[in-house]
């Protein structure tokens, strides 16, 4: 773990060497502050402008979550990302020569200045600005707590960083606000939130798309390492897809543990021991407390089914337990509503799933990803902004290109990869978030290259870096930008934007890491609330505000209203349904679906009135002066 | 030769600039190409997915036949054409130059097509 560790650092290492050098040559360059410190000068390359938008869209979700889903529900997942082999060419080249081009013409550096430009209209302009910083501060949020879990994750076993870790704890407590948080997950916030702000305080947005080129590269190389490990290791893809067809959904049950004489002192039996119980093996997913002179404890766990499973597992040894430490009985056995007992549940559509009796993806499902991933990346505004900082449409089309390989190699892989883990590591399910460290652990482990975790685990963390760093500065660059100098202070000097620029970001972030020291169950329903909410709000009227001269700015407020509302109410709805805070679907489709409908019905409605002025159609759609 | 033009309450209508007709159009082919691979993957999904996997599992490149010609393929097919549109179809056009911000270079490798 000590060289995975150093493997990590040296990658940590690299992300602030290239802040530095971000930093001097925003120092080097010419222009205003504001637009390079939020927009680079919009004249970032191929591989810049490439790299960052396939980072910032690569999250914590894909290299935590998205290996869960694959692991817990198999091939099915392959169809549930299908819609990303057109987010490169939907998401830069529907709106990307448009945007740049309207934003030059506007001058703006943000989103929000470019649609109040483009409707001249301050309340279009100030509507847009607090969608954008309400939304995306959300995502900042879950972002953060995304990175501090990673890097627990990581530092787990490592001595100093559970000395480090008490002595957080003795320092805490007691303290107001932080006294309660976990100490472990305190401590590698604290040192998360640091890092980050740091960086992009420093070096702002050149230095956010030059760490985000890097992390693209660790993300890239990450993947491919594990691809190879993992099907040397399975032997092939096609030993991993008949071995998987074999393997059925464990069962989730109480275990009542019995042993032969009455423990002499209290003792605990770990979290992810290995028991045997006839012919199948059975994983205790929590601390079993054994009381001195008890003879029997109750414990959560997991059961395995199949039998090619069981073999794989490597039962505790028995020095480990009580003397003659067994499974009496297992009761309140719980199976999954869709695919128990069935080989080959993980190889076709719906796919298992433990509370769902229609399964993991039911036809509606992928239909609405189908549309959901490819335009709901496009209507992201930390993509939008992007598209706004490429210097000439040769860069654009390359990138593309970039951005369309690197999405089928990244995305496909990770199917590939944790399909093979379904296989080699059977009985995660409990805990699957923590199937990428475990795997990485695995892998690198099994072929004698254990210094190699760190760099597979610095991918997730690079993931995640790439979109917080991306949102801290589209927050304070509307703040800055949109609210203080266009709102309160046109005539602000550059020493005072400087100065405000570096104090919101460093300010957005601290309040970013208090929102989530004590972080919400259900954290993972507020992220698919914001990202589905501000695409919905922002999709439609941004193609239409930049294709169709008559658009106006009743139109643009009515679209970005119609999709907020459709949002709100669906949301409201999934809430009195299920009492998770979670957007409900009309006839088993997608909000993010109805919300680009009711959008787009709201502003065909509103744009009836007067057709916007002159001067605004030939500024944005007219012929410029020779 | 006039070109297309928008027509406006407030006087002549206005001239459109021949790159913002080529961007929608260009924009049209990425939506209606979206549309064919939406619709091959969701058809050939609805129709192969969801059947039973039993018996002697039929693999193709080592991956469940569904999945293969659903998704594989259609996939390969959609990073070629990706390609090809980038390469072959999408044009380049000049971006204005944003006066303070030191882009000199913005608009040298995008004038006038390739």
């Not at chain 1, 627990?152 to 960083?161: E, G, I, K, N």
């Not at chain 1, 660059?477 to 970001?505: F, I």
């Not at chain 1, 409201?572 to 009309?586: D, I, M, N, V």
Request: net charge neutral.
């Amino acid at each position: 773990m000590t060289s995975a560790l150093g493997a990590f650092g040296i990658y940590l290492a690299g992300v602030f060497v290239l802040a530095w050098w971000s930093n001097r040559l925003s120092a080097a360059g010419s222009g205003g502050f504001v637009s390079e410190y939020f927009l680079g000068r919009r004249n970032f390359g191929m591989w810049a402008f490439a790299l960052t938008f396939a980072a910032t869209n690569a999250s914590g979700g894909t290299f935590i979550g998205f290996p869960a889903l694959i692991y817990s529900h198999g091939w099915s997942l392959a169809w549930w990302i299908a819609s990303f082999m057109m987010v490169p060419l939907v998401g830069m080249g529907l709106l990307g020569k448009r945007l740049n081009s309207v934003a030059r013409r506007a001058r703006a550096v943000t989103i929000p200045e470019m649609i109040e430009e483009r409707f001249g209209s301050r309340a279009v302009g100030s509507l847009a600005t607090w969608i954008v910083i309400v939304f995306m501060f959300f995502y900042l949020l879950a972002q953060f707590k995304a990175g501090a879990k990673i890097l627990s994750t990581l530092l787990a076993d490592v001595p100093a960083f559970q000395q480090a870790v008490g002595w957080i704890a003795g320092a805490a407590d007691g303290v107001p606000l932080i006294g309660a948080a976990d100490p472990a997950y305190l401590l590698c916030l604290v040192a998360f939130a640091a890092s980050v702000i740091a960086y992009v305080v420093y070096g702002g947005f050149r230095a956010v798309v030059w760490t985000d080129v890097m992390q693209g590269f660790v993300m890239f190389a990450g993947v491919v390492i594990m691809l190879g490990f993992a099907l040397s290791q399975a032997g092939g893809l096609g030993n991993a897809t008949r071995q998987l067809a074999e393997a059925t959904p464990p069962e989730f049950a109480t275990a009542r543990l019995a042993w032969d004489a009455p423990a002499e002192r209290d003792r605990v039996i770990r979290r992810g021991t290995w028991l045997p119980h006839g012919d199948t093996a059975v994983k205790l997913t929590a601390d079993a407390m054994v009381a001195a002179g008890a003879v029997e404890a109750a414990v959560p766990a997991l059961a395995l089914t199949s039998a090619g499973d069981v073999r794989r597992v490597t039962i505790t040894p028995a020095e480990e337990w009580p003397a003659g430490l067994r499974v009496a009985a297992l009761e309140e056995i719980e199976r999954y509503k869709a695919g128990a007992g069935q080989p080959g549940t993980y190889l076709s559509a719906p796919g298992p799933h433990r509370s769902e009796a229609a399964g993991f993806l039911p036809l509606t499902a992928a239909f609405s990803l189908f549309v959901f991933w490819a335009f709901g990346a496009t209507g992201q505004p930390a993509n939008m902004v992007r598209l706004m900082a490429f210097k000439d449409t040769p860069t654009l089309r390359r990138s593309i290109v970039t951005v369309a390989i690197y999405y089928s190699v990244i995305y496909f892989s990770l199917v590939v990869v944790f399909c093979c883990a379904r296989v080699l590591l059977p009985g995660m399910e409990n805990d699957p978030d923590r199937i990428m460290p475990e795997f990485a652990a695995h892998l690198t482990a099994a072929a004698g290259w254990p210094w190699l975790a760190g760099l597979l685990l610095a991918a997730p963390f690079a993931a995640v870096m790439s979109s917080v760093d991306s949102y801290l500065l589209m927050v304070s660059s509307s703040l800055v930008r949109d609210v203080y100098q266009r709102r309160l202070k046109p005539d602000a000097s550059e020493k005072t934007l400087r100065r405000l620029a570096h104090g919101a970001t460093a300010l957005i972030g601290a309040a970013a890491f208090l929102a989530i020291l004590d972080p919400p169950d259900r954290l993972q329903d507020i992220i698919i609330f914001a990202s589905g909410g501000i695409a919905g709000c922002l999709l439609v009227p941004m193609v239409l505000a930049l294709y169709w001269p008559r658009m106006n700015a009743a139109g643009m407020v009515a679209g970005m209203l119609g999709g907020f509302a459709a949002h709100a109410a669906l949301t409201c709805a999934g809430y009195l349904e299920t009492k998770q805070f979670k957007a409900g679907e009309l006839l088993g489709i997608d909000a993010f679906v109805w919300d680009i409908i009711f959008s787009a019905a709201a502003i065909a409605v509103a744009s009836i009135t007067a057709p916007p002025p002159r001067a605004i159609i030939a500024r944005f759609f007219g012929r410029p002066p020779a | 030769m006039p070109g297309p033009t928008e027509p406006s309450d407030e006087g002549a209508p206005v001239d459109l600039d021949p790159d913002f007709l080529r961007s929608r159009r260009e924009a049209t082919w990425i939506v209606l190409l979206w549309g064919a691979l939406f619709a091959w993957t969701f058809l050939y999904g609805k129709a192969h997915a969801f059947a039973p996997q039993t018996g002697e599992i039929e693999t193709v490149a080592g991956m469940p036949r569904w999945v293969f010609w659903g998704i594989a393929v259609p996939w390969l097919t959609a990073t070629l054409a990706s390609v090809g549109f980038a390469a072959f179809v999408m044009r380049d056009h000049a971006l204005e130059a944003v006066e303070g911000e030191g882009d000199e270079e913005s608009s040298a490798g995008g004038k006038e097509g390739r």
